[in-house]
């Protein structure tokens, strides 16, 4: 399979506790998004890299998301002291390199935060 | 702020009708306008559209942007149940990629 892919697909904690998932974007994609998508939205965008780098983090929704991709392949979100809002699907797309606009997604990981 | 609004929210047709969705916007310096279709789990890139005036199409679906008038359009013809999804518009402005709420369209038999 040569898609984008997540882990894990679903995800359920108890408020306080963090969270980590990871995505893997389609070999040789530069770049790499993270977006958040609650029931009746589209994704609301939250950040992204091109290659290890990280370009845009300041639509993170706070200080306890963070992203990284220490070798410009795979990526992980982390969001630390979860609280029921977080409950959402987060979802990951890569596209090929700057010039392409076309992006990819993941099948998402649906966090559930009781 | 930048906005991206769709309508309508939701729409119920029957195999063979056709479709118009819309997606207006209120975005400055944007780079190009898409449309994607989402099922039950992760988006699928359907058109994207960068030049006002040029329709893009595949098959029985079919896009246009107007830069003018701000506002881009998606046509669906002799919908099929298989067509039954959210239908959602986003604007790529550089740096971050920014979501209309979609479409849900559903297809009867």
């Known amino acids: 399979d040569t898609g984008v892919s997540q882990d894990p697909r679903h995800k359920i904690t108890k408020r306080g506790q963090n969270v980590t998932f990871r995505c893997d974007p389609i070999?040789?994609?530069?770049?790499l998004y993270w977006y958040r998508q609650t029931l009746g939205q589209g994704p609301e965008f939250l950040t992204y890299?091109?290659?290890?780098?990280?370009?845009?983090k300041s639509r993170l929704l706070s200080d306890r998301f963070s992203a990284e991709r220490p070798k410009g392949s795979f990526s992980t979100l982390e969001i630390q002291r979860t609280e029921q809002g977080d409950s959402a699907m987060y979802l990951c797309?890569?596209?090929?390199?700057?010039?392409?606009?076309?992006?990819?997604f993941g099948p998402g990981t649906r966090l559930t935060v009781t | 702020e930048d906005k991206v609004v769709q309508s309508p929210l939701s729409l119920v047709v029957h195999e063979g009708d056709t479709v118009t969705l819309n997606c207006s916007y209120e975005?400055?310096?944007?780079?190009?306008l898409l449309w994607y279709k989402q099922e039950k789990k992760a988006p699928t890139f359907l058109f994207m559209l960068?030049?006002?005036?040029i329709e893009k199409k595949s098959g029985r679906l079919s896009s246009i942007l107007d830069k003018k008038e701000l506002f881009s359009i998606l046509n669906i013809t002799a919908t099929q149940t298989g067509d039954s999804a959210v239908y959602l518009c986003?604007?790529?402005?550089?740096?971050?990629?920014?979501f209309g709420a979609g479409t849900r369209l559903t297809v009867k038999p």
């Open positions: 960068t030049s006002s005036g």
């Open positions: 986003a604007l790529y402005n550089n740096n971050d990629m920014r």
């Open positions: 890299f091109q290659n290890e780098a990280q370009l845009e």
């Open positions: 797309a890569s596209s090929p390199h700057q010039g392409s606009y076309e992006q990819y």
């Open positions: 975005v400055t310096n944007f780079r190009s």
């Open positions: 070999s040789e994609h530069n770049r």
